[in-house]
């Protein structure tokens, strides 16, 4: 017959579970102090949360006008430069009509200008010689007048000569003065002609602008691809009405597709740029796209939210983030026409120590 402790029993099947839970938070301390250490070691670093990306370009009118042909079609392929919509440009000519007669006029009335100018200058000098002549004619007075007051004090003049003398004085001081005032508006008729032509000058340089923002405006109605690539739907129709910013249509210069690969950022412990990588497309199961890190943004997905989080709160939870990894495609696997933005993909990059990004 066993012997049995009383109680001993109970006393295992407590020390069991002590055991079991001292295990366990053992497990739990070692998993939670050493997750962050496994999930960024060196290797194969996978995300499922990757995409394809491209840059779509929207196709905006740039001045407003009635559509008058649209000849592209939805998803199309095209060329640089090609035609993607033409406006009326009815309006647009007349205004590069008017800017043109408008700095015809501008050069017409510069030519009078000058025409003008020449002419005062001419008048200036004529002037000029007016007044060089009445100082000689006044000179010559003067020493007339001397002469006659020497004759007179001899008794071998009348007093009537003498005075006719200081007449004629007063009549040249007065012509003199009337010569100069003629003469100082002339040189200053000759300085508002300058003036106007400064102005017309100012005048032919906004005619010409203005001529230049009239081309601009009528080539405007011509939209043409910026680049290579494939549209999307057109926005607008025929007949209508578009205006300023109006969006025409987007394009995507495919084949030109990259990766964005939003990593958790304890897997980016050991990744560096330049570091290979491989691309998995869910449309295309089973075909491999190589090629390698790019570049890292420079914060967190939560940084450029609308909304981005503000931790100083008095409760505080720690949320592992996301970072975006770039990741550029070398070898397409034949699958170069096929990519387009917004496929979701499984990115994979060898993350070895490399040094600091």
Same mark, same amino acid.
């Given at each position: 017959?066993?012997?049995?402790?009383?109680?001993?029993?109970?006393?295992?099947?407590?020390?069991?579970?002590?055991?079991?839970?001292?295990?366990?938070?053992?497990?739990?301390?070692?998993?939670?102090?050493?997750?962050?250490?496994?999930?960024?070691?060196?290797?194969?670093?996978?995300?499922?949360?990757?995409?394809?990306?491209?840059?779509?370009?929207?196709?905006? $009118?740039?001045?407003?006008?009635?559509?008058?042909?649209?000849?592209?079609?939805?998803?199309? !392929?095209?060329?640089?430069?090609?035609?993607?919509?033409?406006?009326?440009?009815?309006?647009?000519? @007349?205004?590069?009509?008017?800017?043109?007669?408008?700095?015809?006029?501008?050069?017409?009335?510069?030519?009078?200008?000058?025409?003008?100018?020449?002419?005062?200058?001419?008048?200036?000098?004529? @002037?000029?010689?007016?007044?060089?002549?009445?100082?000689?004619?006044? $000179?010559?007075?003067?020493?007339?007048?001397?002469?006659?007051?020497?004759?007179?004090?001899?008794?071998?003049?009348?007093?009537? @000569?003498?005075?006719?003398?200081?007449?004629?004085?007063?009549?040249?001081?007065?012509?003199?003065?009337?010569?100069?005032?003629?003469?100082?508006?002339?040189?200053?008729?000759?300085?508002?002609?300058?003036?106007?032509?400064?102005?017309?000058?100012?005048?032919?340089?906004?005619? !010409?602008?203005?001529?230049?923002?009239?081309?601009?405006?009528?080539?405007?109605?011509?939209?043409?691809?910026?680049?290579?690539?494939?549209?999307?739907?057109?926005?607008?129709?025929?007949?209508?009405?578009?205006?300023?910013?109006?969006?025409?249509?987007?394009?995507?210069?495919?084949? &030109?597709?990259?990766?964005?690969?939003?990593?958790?950022?304890?897997?980016?412990?050991?990744?560096?740029?330049?570091?290979?990588?491989?691309?998995?497309?869910?449309?295309?199961?089973?075909?491999?796209? !190589?090629? &390698?890190?790019?570049?890292?943004?420079?914060?967190?997905?939560?940084?450029?939210?609308?909304?981005?989080?503000?931790?100083?709160?008095?409760?505080?939870?720690?949320?592992?983030?996301?970072?975006?990894?770039?990741?550029?495609?070398?070898?397409?696997?034949?699958?170069?026409?096929?990519?387009?933005?917004?496929?979701?993909?499984? $990115?994979?990059?060898? $993350?070895?120590?490399?040094?600091? !990004?």
């Amino acid at each position: 017959m066993r012997f049995a402790w009383p109680g001993w029993d109970r006393f295992f099947e407590f020390t069991w579970r002590i055991l079991v839970f001292l295990v366990a938070i053992g497990i739990l301390v070692v998993v939670s102090t050493n997750w962050s250490r496994w999930e960024g070691r060196q290797g194969w670093q996978s995300t499922a949360d990757a995409y394809l990306q491209s840059d779509l370009t929207p196709i905006s $009118a740039k001045v407003a006008g009635y559509v008058r042909d649209l000849p592209i079609q939805d998803y199309q !392929r095209v060329r640089r430069g090609q035609v993607l919509a033409q406006l009326v440009d009815d309006d647009y000519r @007349a205004a590069v009509a008017q800017a043109e007669a408008s700095i015809l006029s501008a050069t017409a009335q510069q030519q009078v200008l000058k025409a003008q100018r020449t002419l005062q200058l001419a008048n200036v000098q004529a @002037a000029r010689a007016v007044v060089a002549a009445t100082v000689a004619s006044r $000179a010559q007075n003067g020493r007339d007048l001397m002469r006659q007051e020497q004759l007179l004090k001899t008794g071998s003049s009348s007093t009537e @000569a003498h005075e006719k003398l200081e007449t004629l004085r007063a009549q040249l001081e007065a012509q003199l003065a009337q010569t100069r005032a003629q003469a100082l508006a002339a040189e200053r008729e000759l300085a508002v002609l300058d003036a106007q032509l400064k102005q017309n000058e100012a005048a032919l340089v906004s005619a !010409r602008a203005a001529l230049v923002i009239a081309r601009l405006n009528l080539e405007y109605t011509t939209i043409t691809a910026p680049q290579d690539g494939v549209l999307g739907q057109r926005q607008v129709k025929p007949g209508q009405l578009v205006g300023a910013g109006t969006q025409i249509t987007t394009l995507t210069p495919l084949p &030109h597709v990259w990766v964005i690969a939003n990593y958790k950022e304890t897997q980016l412990t050991h990744m560096a740029v330049g570091q290979p990588a491989e691309v998995t497309v869910d449309t295309f199961p089973g075909r491999t796209l !190589r090629g &390698h890190v790019e570049s890292f943004a420079p914060a967190s997905g939560a940084e450029f939210a609308l909304l981005p989080p503000d931790n100083a709160t008095g409760n505080f939870t720690k949320v592992v983030q996301r970072i975006s990894v770039k990741i550029l495609i070398d070898d397409a696997d034949g699958l170069t026409d096929r990519l387009v933005p917004g496929m979701s993909v499984i $990115a994979r990059v060898h $993350a070895t120590d490399r040094g600091p !990004r």
